[in-house]
């Protein structure tokens, strides 16, 4: 079970609607309150034979969040136009990376530890060509 790899015995899970199977995770540590720095956002590629991460340039990424967004009504264009316009802030002011992972949960803990080591290296360099952390509003 996906929960108990993630989260084993210290997280809740609650039903989201009696419509569908799916849960909603409510982790058991507590969360910090407030806002706080966005270092950076992986886009998952399902499928690969061993973990990589490689980082998106603007509009590579920018076409990955249009199509892990959600459209609950795509004839609204207005809506349609400010989602787009919030996407491109954060494809331009957000580090995204292509995380390729295989299938199942066998090579979690190999993900885990690439996301750290990515994120590690991506405060380094930061540290050394300027920050590129965004707090998006």
Do not use: N, W
Request: hydrophobic letters at 45%; glycine letters at 8%; charged letters at 25%.
């Amino acid at each position: 079970d996906v929960l108990d790899a993630i989260a084993p015995g210290d997280a809740r899970a609650l039903p989201l609607s009696p419509a569908t199977t799916k849960v909603r995770f409510l982790p058991g540590a507590a969360l910090p309150e407030g806002p706080l720095p966005l270092a950076g956002i992986y886009c998952l590629a399902r499928g690969a034979k061993e973990v990589s991460i490689d980082a998106l340039a603007p509009a590579e990424g920018l076409m990955a969040l249009v199509e892990s967004a959600f459209r609950l009504d795509v004839e609204d264009a207005a809506m349609l136009e400010r989602q787009l316009r919030f996407l491109r802030h954060v494809a331009t002011s957000v580090p995204l990376r292509r995380l390729r992972v295989p299938e199942g949960l066998s090579l979690l803990g190999a993900v885990t530890d690439a996301v750290l080591q990515d994120l590690g290296e991506s405060a380094a360099s930061a540290k050394r060509h300027g920050s590129r952390k965004a707090r998006l509003s």
